[in-house]
């Protein structure tokens, strides 16, 4: 069975600093993505970076990066030069191609102050 | 990029009407949508996933006579909650997704649903 697990329930960072989020996951299969999804007070899901498990170069979105161990099954998202807007709610999400479904975590809660 | 659109974004109705909520992609077919339900202050789960054409495959616990789920073209699925009573209050959000089955889902904005 896929699992997600975020261990972080609330983080906060001041604004420009820089700051990871963890997530963990467990799958049987070698083909798998993986994605960090954000929600902010609007509740709109965002994308905001996703991995192919096949590659071994990390993803790279402008100030967001994602650390991938494929082998310890950890996805982290560092984000960088922290800015207000980035305050949200950030799911860590698998998804296997023979389920067809996304699987997520239940969620990290990170305030940036000003 | 995917724009995925959600109507309504908050709809208030009595106990006991039928209410519809519809998810349309804008500028490209998805063969494939998801329809997730999300309680406060926790994570999405996945209540069914219809292909355009076909019925909806649900997922275990969640009552397909009471959320009927339609994806009559490549570009909308609605959702309907029939009969809906307080506990059905939730904020139901749809996802949609191309053709391959490596491509992301796109995600609506939501729709708020509050049964009085």
């Known amino acids: 069975a896929q699992t997600v697990t975020q261990s972080q329930p609330e983080m906060s960072v001041q604004e420009a600093e820089t700051v990871t989020l963890s997530c963990t996951y467990d799958t049987s299969e070698s083909n798998y993505y993986l994605f960090w999804y954000k929600q902010p007070p609007s509740r709109q899901m965002i994308l905001v970076i996703r991995q192919e498990a096949y590659k071994q170069q990390n993803a790279t979105e402008n100030r967001f990066s994602v650390n991938f161990q494929k082998a310890a099954k950890s996805f982290s998202l560092k984000i960088s030069d922290s800015q207000l807007g980035d305050t949200a709610m950030y799911f860590c999400?698998?998804?296997?191609?023979?389920?067809?479904?996304?699987?997520f975590g239940k969620g990290t809660k990170l305030t940036v102050n000003p | 990029g995917a724009v995925v659109s959600q109507h309504p974004s908050w709809v208030i109705c009595k106990s006991g009407t039928s209410v519809k909520i519809e998810c349309r992609s804008l500028d490209f077919q998805a063969t494939t949508m998801f329809w997730y339900r999300q309680f406060p202050k926790q994570s999405l789960m996945l209540m069914a996933t219809?292909?355009?054409?076909?019925?909806?495959?649900?997922e275990q616990g969640v009552e397909k006579d009471k959320f009927l789920i339609n994806h009559a073209s490549l570009t909308l699925s609605t959702l309907t909650v029939t009969s809906a009573h307080p506990e059905d209050s939730s904020f139901y959000i749809c996802?949609?997704?191309?053709?391959?089955?490596?491509?992301?889902?796109?995600f609506g904005d939501g729709t708020r649903l509050s049964i009085l």
């Open positions: 219809s292909n355009e054409g076909s019925k909806a495959t649900y």
């Open positions: 999400a698998l998804f296997q191609g023979g389920s067809e479904k996304l699987v």
């Open positions: 996802s949609a997704r191309g053709h391959s089955n490596n491509q992301p889902q796109h």
